[in-house]
């Protein structure tokens, strides 16, 4: 392979405003060897879809994105366009990130010799749709594919469980870009203020879709078990989703509405982590929660549920307090001991950046990454497969 690269095509559709896995694919792309790899970021863009903001973030990130267009969900015009990239710029690998392009990547690998490549960034969807058709469709797909990234142990097992061989499977935890979150000196107070919070406060933070999945009313409950004890406790809720409206309607009928923003979606996470005291996960289900190794950068002591891979980020005692899902006791007695203990909650939230500065690095994750795909690579030249296999020369 001296004297040419890897042509990766990272193939990915999603609607609106997309989710932490873009995070991962666009970071990813921006720190790759671009000596040995030319990476292609392409996502599927639905013509109909008026809030989607993929583009803005991959050009400022410099990566090299290209989008296909469809004229609805099932649109059969997408397949021409995407042959016609991957001869065009010679692609090797093609890693999809979703059920859809899934079924796009293998496709592309049966008619043009492409190596196909997933990662299971999780099922979190609630839709009975997703529950019932896509997600068990997909996950038996995954099972075709010579390799599969499982974003944690516990992905890992469930792709086992539908019929992925585990030699097949690789764990690759997300990671996190330690230069963009990262505390700043100064900051605070400022930030603080901003939110209506002076230093008498104690601010609780917690980021994520306003979905079931998350159970921020589990949150509110815990929150509420603790106003009682104090008067300048708050709670700042940041992000969107199909359930604000109700976690309204819950935080005014526990008696904390006074206590409480809801920010909706927001861009300035690392920014918010600023005025935050502690960072709380209530969620029942995750992949890797990005929310947390954000939380982790940012140097928030952490109190999150025991769900995916939260654990193996965040080592309980270590870099945060760990509590079983669904657990509304549980959660309140962890945030009473954050809270209670701040020496014990800065030596772990300390532990916690050391962390993502090295095994939990975006850097560290791309070899990673990069690894696998020259492992596919050798093991196409070692059978000798037939198939696309023309190299991208070095500019």
Request: charged fraction near 30%; include cysteine; hydrophobic fraction near 40%.
């Amino acid at each position: 392979m001296t004297g040419s690269r890897i042509a990766v095509l990272e193939l990915r559709s999603v609607r609106g405003t997309g989710g932490r896995p873009e995070k991962t694919i666009h970071l990813g792309a921006g720190r790759s060897d671009r000596d040995r790899f030319a990476v292609t970021v392409c996502y599927v863009r639905d013509l109909r879809d008026e809030v989607f903001r993929i583009d803005e973030r991959a050009h400022a990130l410099g990566v090299d994105y290209v989008e296909v267009t469809e004229q609805h969900s099932f649109d059969p015009g997408i397949w021409g366009k995407l042959t016609t990239l991957v001869r065009d710029r010679r692609i090797d690998v093609v890693h999809s990130h979703d059920y859809k392009t899934d079924m796009l990547a293998l496709l592309l690998g049966h008619r043009h010799g492409v190596i196909p490549l997933s990662t299971a960034h999780g099922w979190t969807g609630q839709s009975g749709r997703e529950r019932y058709l896509y997600y068990p469709i997909e996950k038996r797909l995954l099972a075709r594919f010579p390799r599969v990234i499982a974003v944690s142990t516990d992905i890992r097992d469930e792709l086992v469980r539908h019929g992925t061989a585990s030699d097949r499977i690789r764990v690759v935890l997300n990671a996190i870009d330690a230069r963009t979150f990262c505390r700043v000196d100064g900051r605070r107070d400022s930030v603080r203020h901003a939110l209506g919070y002076d230093k008498t406060h104690v601010v609780v933070g917690a980021v994520g879709r306003l979905e079931r999945q998350k159970r921020f009313d589990l949150l509110l409950e815990a929150f509420a078990a603790l106003t009682p004890r104090t008067t300048d406790l708050r709670l700042v809720i940041v992000g969107d989703g199909s359930l604000r409206s109700d976690l309204e309607s819950r935080a005014n009928a526990l008696g904390i509405a006074n206590r409480c923003q809801f920010l909706g979606h927001r861009d300035d996470i690392a920014l918010l982590h600023h005025a935050f005291d502690l960072y709380v996960q209530s969620s029942e289900y995750e992949g890797t929660p990005n929310a947390v190794l954000e939380a982790m950068a940012m140097e928030s002591p952490i109190v999150a549920t025991d769900v995916g891979g939260t654990r193996e980020l965040a080592s309980p005692g270590v870099h945060g307090l760990i509590v079983p899902k669904n657990d509304v006791s549980a959660l309140r007695s962890a945030m009473l001991e954050a809270l209670a203990d701040r020496p014990a909650a800065r030596a772990r939230a300390l532990a916690a950046r050391r962390r993502v500065e090295s095994d939990l690095s975006f850097e560290a994750r791309t070899r990673r990454l990069e690894a696998i795909y020259e492992e596919l690579m050798q093991d196409r030249a070692t059978a000798g497969a037939p198939g696309h296999l023309s190299r991208v020369p070095h500019a």
